[in-house]
């Protein structure tokens, strides 16, 4: 049995607010459900802000010394310490150091563990919520331990970039061992789309490669050494964990936080002279480069999670709305990218949101590269010699956590019969 409609506002920030702004509606049977707006939206207006049911940073980022809090994914370094790092600059200084928001002195950690949480209300949170059972005490760094043991089975599987993590369903079935009413939990995990067999294990040939079908065993052997529960019993069969698996790889959200960017958005919004504003911008752009350079495009903690609200949402590649993480947590906005009428369907970009988050210095390499994905939308011209082709394309999107699979099919050719030899020399993209 599905929770009731009305649970999916549940983690948003402002619930009656939201309920009135947009709803989910059943679109068919194919397409699935589909959130709309209730009323008309503006071009910048904030749609909703909603918490995760539960998130989880991803395992390598984790290990390769991304500091985040285990809760909500905040960074927990300063802007100043982020940029030394990944610049590789350990002596760098970071002109209006007043703008980062970082509160070192409100840090706290588990007494048990030493697992690290940007506040003491994120440390109680995660404690009532799931870290009863995963708190691993005394054995967190023992590689026989049966969490650990998952963990590193799942690094030597799924290597970066990084789309999901076995943690993430970790915390699930945590969430609802230590839920005083279970039923309710359970409910709440099933509002996510579930998929076909045979698109299960499509997924999971995504997410864990060619080997998957064995890789999957394994895992699942390992999640259920380590956390069986009997009240959650198909959760731990192959068919059962096979959907679990699928559930994350589609529904998981890619959550991106980084202190340095909440850092460099603010210095944009700085009122400066024109040289002082030369001066800052040519400092950050500096910055970044020689971030590229010592580190690549692994610039902010990352994670995933999953928000029933935004779950509802389809995907287009002309969004009318976007979600960013701009607080340097895991709290998800949902802004309006155009305006939108009433009745209208809302949908967000495929594009990785940990990309998009990476301020206006760093996003145009990006979106320059995927927008290169992107022409082939549109009807292409082909010369092969002196004759000129042109066809047009379709494509399914399939989307897995924060990373997407484009399927292309060819659905016209300028003859039922035509032959072309390959390589063809592009000569427009439409």
Request: charged share 20%; hydrophobic share 35%; net charge negative.
């Amino acid at each position: 049995m599905a929770a009731p409609v009305g649970d999916v506002f549940r983690c948003c920030v402002d619930p009656a607010k939201t309920s009135q702004t947009v709803e989910v509606r059943l679109i068919d049977n194919v397409k699935g459900r589909g959130l709309f707006a209730k009323k008309a939206i503006r071009k910048g207006d904030t749609l909703f802000m909603e918490r995760p049911l539960v998130s989880a940073q991803f395992l390598w980022n984790s290990l390769y010394n991304y500091k985040a809090c285990e809760y909500c994914l905040c960074s927990l370094e300063t802007a100043e310490e982020n940029a030394r790092r990944l610049s590789g600059n350990p002596c760098l200084s970071l002109p209006h150091p007043e703008l980062c928001r970082v509160r070192r002195e409100l840090h706290d950690s588990c007494p048990q563990c030493q697992m690290i949480y940007c506040s003491s209300d994120c440390r109680r949170a995660a404690l009532e919520q799931y870290h009863q059972v995963l708190c691993l005490g005394q054995s967190r760094e023992d590689p026989k331990h049966p969490l650990n043991k998952l963990e590193e089975a799942w690094r030597n599987m799924h290597y970066p970039p990084e789309t999901a993590s076995i943690m993430l369903m970790a915390k699930m079935v945590a969430t609802v061992k230590q839920a005083r009413d279970k039923v309710l939990w359970q409910n709440l995990f099933s509002q996510f789309c579930s998929r076909t067999a045979n698109e299960e294990e499509e997924i999971a040939h995504k997410l864990l490669g060619e080997k998957f079908q064995g890789q999957l065993g394994v895992l699942r052997q390992l999640f259920t050494s380590a956390l069986y529960d009997e009240h959650l019993s198909r959760w731990f069969t192959p068919e059962g964990f096979r959907s679990l698996f699928a559930l994350v790889g589609t529904n998981g959200q890619g959550i991106g936080t980084s202190s340095l960017s909440q850092w460099v958005h603010a210095c944009d919004a700085l009122e400066l002279q024109s040289q002082q504003r030369e001066q800052l911008d040519s400092f950050i752009d500096q910055l970044y480069k020689d971030i590229e350079k010592e580190t690549g495009d692994f610039l902010n903690c990352e994670g995933s999670g999953l928000f029933l609200l935004q779950s509802s949402c389809n995907h287009s590649c002309i969004p009318n709305a976007e979600a960013s993480f701009p607080e340097n947590n895991f709290l998800l906005h949902l802004t309006a990218l155009s305006d939108i009428k009433q009745g209208e369907e809302i949908c967000i970009s495929y594009l990785d949101c940990c990309q998009r988050d990476r301020s206006r210095h760093s996003r145009h390499k990006i979106l320059s590269g995927v927008l290169l994905g992107l022409l082939p939308l549109s009807p292409l011209s082909f010369k092969n010699g002196s004759d000129t082709w042109t066809l047009t394309l379709e494509f399914s999107l399939y989307l897995f956590g924060s990373c997407s699979w484009f399927f292309v099919y060819y659905s016209h050719y300028p003859s039922a019969n035509a032959e072309v030899d390959f390589p063809l020399e592009a000569t427009s993209r439409g």
